[in-house]
């Protein structure tokens, strides 16, 4: 299976500050990115997908593709409470492929 | 509309069991995928349905796992003589087809335990 390795955690950040998750993936010919949340006893619901390099914003999340560093980010703008939760990158990865192959989490805690 | 269900929501069995785990996928969506969640392995896919295409089987772990889905909609994952190190939860997700910029939505899983 693909690996893919996300930044270790946990993050800590106090609120209203930005969080910064980063991912890596292994597989260079991977076409589509994904960033999931997953609140602790909760299946993971999508946050954001990207597929083109740059940025893509949704709100207070900013998902950033690069593939030729075969990296992907997500950041999170004026972080609230209700953010804290595990965010998993995902990946699919060339023609043909449809399964999503997760990094193993990267937990974040906003501090009030 | 109705998101992915999956029940039972928590099944406790004995070791050696057989157990059968069911997904409801969201309507009209193609795509039907297997996952588990476990402490040390993550999140890992286990098998694939699209449509009338043979399914992917390639991530079940032994031959004790399978799966099956009937008239393209719902779908059952048997375990047989379940073990401990099957404790997990079990993920289904589902999505309109294998386009790479389909989204897999994902059920609220079904939590196992086997004692």
């Known amino acids: 299976q693909k690996e893919v390795e996300q930044n270790s955690g946990p993050l800590s950040v106090p609120e209203g500050a930005i969080a910064s998750l980063n991912c890596t993936y292994s597989?260079?010919?991977?076409?589509?990115f994904f960033w999931y949340r997953q609140y602790s006893g909760k299946s993971p619901e999508l946050i954001m997908s990207?597929?083109?390099?740059g940025d893509k914003e949704d709100g207070r999340f900013t998902a950033q593709l690069n593939k030729a560093s075969q990296y992907v980010s997500l950041l999170i703008r004026d972080s609230q409470p209700s953010d804290s939760a595990t965010y998993l990158c995902a990946v699919i990865g060339g023609f043909g492929d449809y399964k999503l192959s997760f990094g193993a989490g990267t937990t974040v805690t906003v501090r009030a | 509309g109705a998101g992915v269900s999956q029940s039972p929501s928590n099944k406790v069995t004995e070791k050696g069991k057989d157990v059968e785990l069911r997904c409801d996928p969201i309507s009209g969506h193609t795509a039907l995928y297997w996952y588990r969640q476990s402490l040390g392995q993550g999140l890992e896919f286990l098998i694939y349905?699209?449509?009338?295409?043979?399914?992917?089987k390639s991530g079940l772990p032994s031959d004790r796992f399978s799966a099956e889905r009937t008239g393209g909609s719902v779908s059952t994952l048997t375990i047989q003589r379940t073990q401990q190190e099957d404790s997990a939860v079990y993920l289904c997700a589902s999505s309109l087809g294998t386009l790479l910029e389909e989204t897999q939505y994902f059920g609220p899983g079904t939590r196992l335990l086997v004692l």
């Open positions: 990207i597929y083109s390099n």
């Open positions: 349905f699209q449509g009338n295409s043979a399914p992917d």
């Open positions: 597989d260079r010919v991977s076409q589509s």
